[in-house]
């Protein structure tokens, strides 16, 4: 590797060892910065609360199944409803969180942007995480229905087939 090649991935900031920086060769590289740039937080162009939403279905739906499975009425009958209520309770704490954090951060120091922005923000995030809470209780409410689905197409085709 020649030393243009390794300039261009990592290097100190001005060639001072002493100023740190947080590239690195995963995370430097095209691909990976492609994905991390089209993050719903850095994604251009999209509006608070739509940052927000697309952010809170996406925590909401993968709480669920962790509070369900690992909590700590995961042998009982109301397991998926214990974890529907804890994800809950997660999801307005981490709201509560968002909205403490717009008033104590500087003005446009990320995407999101200014106070107002951020109440935006985590008002989509608390829409979002109790929709993504919901289907993921849901269909973990109706697994059993949903494990008969393919039998049910099949013989479905076989009838008009």
Partial sequence: MTQAQSSSYVSAPGSNPQVGTFLT???NTPAIRF???WLPISRPGMAPLSRGLEIGM?????LVGPFTLLGPLRNEAV???AGFFSAGA???LM???LSMYAYVSPANDTPVGNAEDWSMFSSGFLMGGFGGAIVAYLLIENADL???LPDFLGTFRGLTG
């Fill in 25 to 27: 060769p995963i995370n």
């Fill in 35 to 37: 994905f991390i740039d």
């Fill in 58 to 62: 996406a925590h909401g739906y993968w």
């Fill in 79 to 81: 397991a998926s409803l």
């Fill in 90 to 92: 997660l999801i307005v």
């Fill in 95 to 97: 709201t509560a969180a």
């Fill in 146 to 148: 949903l494990s008969v």
